[in-house]
Structure formats: structure tokens, C-alpha cells
């Protein structure tokens, strides 16, 4: 039943990959959806066997790699953490392909568009199922893959194209910290298994690694390249410029990398290495300062975009910043609560985008947008619960976990350990939460209830969207709603023991119980800030108070945060155009122009007689010719092999090879 979880999405990719066109559109999302389907009930079963029996499973498959003392096997773990996020991925990717077949319905390429969903399903399932570091890296270099080819789906544009790129090589530099992380470890305990690297740790907490003449300790070298690692996948301040940009494929891509696949992958790793983490403090401080900072920063920055999407990105950027923080307060059930809340009311927020986008003829624009509220009102009463599950809004979703981490960050605030970083958690969480109520609210004025400022012509043919697009939108509109309260005790409940061993937080780092004795004036900050928030957007978009605010605001800020930063603009100067500069004129002029071309083809072939230019001749440039010396090659290889196994005589070997070469 648990190898099923993993195998059906592979085996939906497969067949709708290799047969799609045999299928057709109705078959390929009908295989596709069944498949995935199937996968969330028994993810559902698993979740029940495990999280509420108590039950772990570790299932080995069969032997990998075996090199000296490395010792990796195909195996799988189901733990109470494994099995949360085998729920959440299943249930929002079951929602998604469902959204897609009529989303997606007049594109020629369906097939081929059900088939990366699944696979990018899969991949994500076997990172968060492995029991090693090494397996772990398949699916992390798999999500990887499979986001690059969703978000360049519709490859003729150029933005997609672009996109992707970028996508594909910022990441490259966390799978690098990652990897770096992963030889580190192997070199520590000499081993890449989950359980024996967190049996060990507590051992070699004091070991120390003498690099460059300098002490560093092994846990804190470890936690700070699979931190890397983390940022690049989970869009972290330094490594987040691909996250705004990935808008550019489908919107259910983009609905299923921020809610449940890609972006999650980052927030997973470091809970899932919570028992190496706990260890080193240095490591919790440095979660505390990006984590606060990103959420910040993002939260900025989506107040000043005009794209729906985009907006919507940068929220998802913001929140994976107090999952982030979350960890560096060692309250890693706490961040797995708000990921498993997020990933309802985000994926309602995308999906719900898609339907306005998909009203408006492809429009993404919002200051094209306004008065939809009267022909898509069911599509504004889900974004508006999507948003203010987002804000905090109490007694939704979001509010029980977002609530509770900056209920969290007070009790650190007063304590003697995270002194600074607690103050950095503290203060920019909640000042986030103004300006995510703000621009929450400025997308639903813009869209729904401002004057419209499209033509008359595609607004009188907006409507509703069909059945399959709006049962995704009412289930997660219902998930954005109770999902936060009847898992809140389950979760993060006091004395719950759901969690077990998947998750160690020390004693000393434990503050959960503190947290129930915040000043109750204290634990109503959020809610203020965000109702603030709230109120100046309304006013800036009903009473027209934005000319005021823009004259006067504008020379302190408003410019800087609306070029998000100028973090692309730094990036390329100091970063891809020295590196292009140098591929260039070094890299290319000098070397493979140069000096390897002098040594070869213009210099060292020189001296070889005429006659043995005849096998330049071969090199034809045709690959049917490169691949019949390719056949022949490998049938002598196999031949002679085969021969000297199985036959003694040269007869019986000259014959073998005649009827290999001619088969």
C-alpha cells in the first residue's frame, strides 16, 4: 500500500507521457486525475495508520550503491512527518489536475501538461518518503527538473523561456550548498541514513573541522549548507529572484509549486533535520535573522505589484519566511502546522487567480481589472476567504498557526538565549502582517470592487468558470476555513504526541508552554496590525488617498521597494555579467578558441599524414551514421564478451558474432 502512494503518479506520468496522443484529452486526464486520486486515499489510510495508531514504517527495497563504508539502498520512511506532507502534496495535487482539465482543456498539449504534474508529483513524494540524504537529493533534483519544464510548458514564449533559466540555475546554487552538505555529512558519520546521522549527533556535537586554520564546528558546517540549500529552494532572501518570475508558466503550475511541491521542499529539509539542528545555535540564529528578514522584505514588495500572480508569489515568498524563522525558534511542529495551513489557502489564492485570468482573456494585469465582483461573485467570495486566511483573520486557517509563531517570537523576545534574534523575529513578523493585510486587500479592491478599466467586450463575457474549476476552489475555500482548527490540537495541541520521534526540539528550546502566558494585549498585536492594514487599503482605494500618499511617500521608499530592491539589478552587475564577461573573453576566446584549437585542429592534426585524415571523413555530422558505428561497436563489445564467456573455439566465437551483428 505505501510503495502504491509513489508508483500510481509515476505510473499516470508514464502512461500519459508516452500514450497521450493514443488517449486523447479525456483519456489522459482521466488516467492522470484517477491516478493521483488514488494516491491521496492511500495517503489518507497512511496517515491514519500512522498518525493516529502510532505506527512507523521503514520499508528497504533493495541495495543501491555499496562502496567501502558507503552503504546506500532503495528504502522508504513513513513517520508521522512523512505521512502530513504525503497528504497535503496528494490532496492539493489531486485538486490541481482536477482544476487543470478544464483550465488547460483548449491546449493542444494536455497530455504532455498532465504528465509533468504527475511527475512532479512523484518526485516530491520520493524526497519527502527516502530515509537518506542521497534518495532525498533524487527528488530534490527531480522537483528541480520537473518545475523547470512546467514553468517553460508553453516554451514558444520568450518570458517562459527566461524564466525557467533562471529558475533552473538560482537553484543550482542551493543543490550545490546541499550537496556540499550531504559530502560533509558522510565525512562526520560516515553514513547518509537519516536515523544514524541523528542517533550520532548528539556525539559529535563538539566534533570541530580545522579549514583554512580555522576551528569550525561539524553540526553548525553541516546545518549551514543544507541552510543553502533550503534558501535556494525554498526562495529565501538571496536566492528568491526566481520565485516572482516562475509566474510565467500555467496557473496551476504555479498552484502546485507554492503550495505543495518546489517551495515546501526547503521548510521539510530543515524540520526533517530538526534532531541535528537542535545542536547548534548558531544555525537557529541565522533561521531567525533570514527567515524574519525574507518575511519582511517580501511582504514589501508585494504591496507595490500590479501583476495578480505576482502578488499572490511574493505572499508565498513572505510566509515561507516565518516557516523559516519558525525553525530557528525550534518550533518545527509549529512550521510543519502553518506549511500544511498555507498550503490550502495558497493554493485557493492561485487557483482563484486562475479563474479571474481565465474570465478575462488571459489578463493578469490588476489595473485592468475591477467590478468583477457582479459577474464572478462566487470567485470573489473564495479570494476574499483566501485573503484573509492569508491576513490572519481569526478563527480562519492561516490565523491558527501565523498567530501562534508570533505569539512564539514574544516569549523569545524576553529570553536570555535569542535575545537580538528574537527581537529581529519579533518585530519584522508583525510588521509583516500589516503590509501582508494590505496588499491582500489591495488585490481584492483592484479586481473585484474598484471601476473596471477593461473593454466592454471581455468584461460582459466574464462568467464562472465550469464544475471541474470550481469543486478544487469550494474545497480549499472549505480547507481554508477548518483546516487551521481541527488539526490545531492534533498538531501543536499541549501533550499531543503525533509527532513522536520525526520532529526533537530540547527542553531548553521549548516554548510552547511560556507561550500560553503572553499578555493577552500582546497576543491581539496581529490582529490590530493586520485590521490596520485593512482599514489604509480600503481607504486608499475608495477614498482615492493614493495621489496623497504617492506624493508624499514616494521620495522615501515607494520607488525603491517598487523595483523589488533592486535585487535583479545587483544580481546581473555584480554577478551574471562578470561571469558572462569572463566565459567569454577568457572562457571562449582564449581557451577553447585559443589554445585548444591551436593544439588540435589547427595545429597538432597538422602533422598527421594525409592518409590518416580518411577517418575525419567518417565524421559526418548525421546522427543515423554516429548511431550505426554506435550499434556496431556495442554488438562487437557483446560479442567478444560473450564469446570468451560462453565459447572456447574460434569457430563457435567467428559464428556468435556473425548472428549477433546480423540480429
Partial sequence: MYLLILLLPLLGAL???????????????????????LSMLLSLLAFYEVGFMGLSYHLTISPWIEVGVLKISWSFLFDSLTVTMLVVITVISSLVHSYSLEYMYSDPHLPRFMAFLEIFTFFMLILVTADNLVQMFVGWEGVGLASYLLINFWFTRLAANQSAIKALVVNRIGDFG???GILTAFYIFQSVDYYTIFSLTPLMSNFLLNIGGIDISGITLIGIFLFVGAVGKSAQLGLHTWLPDAMEGPTPVSALIHAATMVTAGVFLLIRFSPLLEFSSTILNILIIFGSITAFFAAMSGVFQNDLKRVIAYSTCSQLGYMIFSCGISCYNVSMFHLANHAFFKALLFLSAGS???????????RRMGSL??????????MLIGSLALAGFPFLTGFYSKDFILELTQVTLNSNLYNVQGSFACW???LSVFFTAFYSFRLIYLTFINSTNTTK???LKSHEPSLYMLFPLIFLGFGSIFVGYLTKDLFIGLGTDFWNSSILILPTHSYFIEAEWVDVRIKWLPFLLSSLGIILSTLVNIKNTYIYLYTKIY?????????????????NRFFVYPIL?????????NLDRGFIELLGPYGFTKLIPTWANIFSKLQSGQLSHYLFFFVVGFCLLLAILMGNILFHNLQLLFFYFVLIFFI
Fill in 555 to 571: 521620495r522615501f521608499g515607494c520607488f525603491l521597494i517598487n523595483k523589488k530592491w533592486y535585487w535583479d539589478v545587483l544580481y
Fill in 581 to 589: 564577461n569572463f566565459g567569454y573573453l577568457v572562457s571562449f576566446k
Fill in 428 to 430: 519584522l513578523g508583525n
Fill in 457 to 459: 467586450k471581455i468584461i
Fill in 178 to 180: 546541499l550537496s556540499l
Fill in 373 to 382: 465582483i457582479k459577474f464572478l461573485p462566487l470567485t470573489y467570495s473564495l
Fill in 356 to 366: 479571474v485570468i481565465h474570465a478575462l482573456a488571459n489578463e493578469q494585469d490588476m
Fill in 15 to 37: 502512461s500519459v507521457g508516452f500514450f497521450g496522443r493514443f488517449l486523447g484529452h479525456k483519456g489522459s486526464g482521466i488516467i492522470s486525475l484517477l491516478c493521483v486520486i
